[in-house]
T-cell receptor, first 117, second 115 residues
């Protein structure tokens, strides 16, 4: 089984401030972790992903996330928020099951990021 | 490339009516899926397909049917619409289901209201 918990359904930051969006996961197999962003009235697009290897992953638009196995976390950060970052962000998990079958993508409930001028 | 396209963008149905949401991709992707998005619940998988002629159920399949006769198309059918099916529906595709770390590409969504 697998699940994702995103702490904070709404986060507000000032323009230029640090963005920190929290994601914790649960998985019985090594996880593949993703962050997607959804701008108003649009579909989701991939920000970044972790599958194997380096635990600090960099994505588009200056975002990065660090996979911490001991904390079962994959928090998303950006050093300096921009007005254009205002959107909804989703953390998601998948992986390879014990039988070798691929697991479906499971999404968290999302975090709405507001950037204040 | 158009990517993943969905039609219609908006739809209003009455309870009991049926309809088909269309999804097409032009990237020759093996894997296609349908999600519904409801406030505070993220995206939940309805059905998915790992290739033409192969479909399977996701987390919330009840009330929906799918088929995949071609690589490009993956329509979602609502058999008898209910108010609980009011939601935003997203279609997504990825290159290969076996490469489970592959990025999924999402369509723009269909906003469905059932009265």
């Amino acid at each position: 089984a697998q699940s994702v918990t995103q702490l904070g359904s709404h986060v507000s930051v000032s323009e230029g401030a640090l963005v920190l969006l929290r994601c914790n996961y649960s998985s019985s197999v090594p996880p593949y972790l993703f962050w997607y962003v959804q701008y108003p009235n649009q579909g989701l697009q991939l920000l970044l992903k972790y599958t194997t290897g380096a635990t600090l992953v960099k994505g588009i638009n200056g975002f990065e996330a660090e996979f911490k196995k001991s904390e079962t976390s994959f928090h998303l950060t950006k050093p300096s928020a921009h007005m254009s970052d205002a959107a909804e962000y989703f953390c998601a998990v998948s992986g390879i099951g014990a039988s070798g079958s691929a697991r479906q993508l499971t999404f968290g409930s999302g975090t709405q990021l507001t950037v204040l001028p | 490339n158009a990517g993943v396209t969905q039609t219609p963008k908006f739809q209003v149905l009455k309870t009991g009516q049926s309809m088909t949401l269309q999804c097409a991709q032009d990237m020759n992707h093996e894997y296609m899926s349908w999600y519904r998005q409801d406030p505070g619940m993220g995206l939940r998988l309805i059905h998915y397909s790992v290739g033409a002629g192969i479909t399977d159920q996701g987390e919330v399949p009840n009330g929906y049917n799918v088929s995949r006769s071609t690589t490009e198309d993956f329509p979602l059918r609502l058999l008898s619409a209910a108010p609980s099916q009011t939601s935003v529906y997203f279609c997504a595709s990825s290159y290969s289901y076996r490469g489970v770390g592959n990025e999924q590409f999402f369509g723009p969504g269909t906003r469905l209201t059932v009265l």
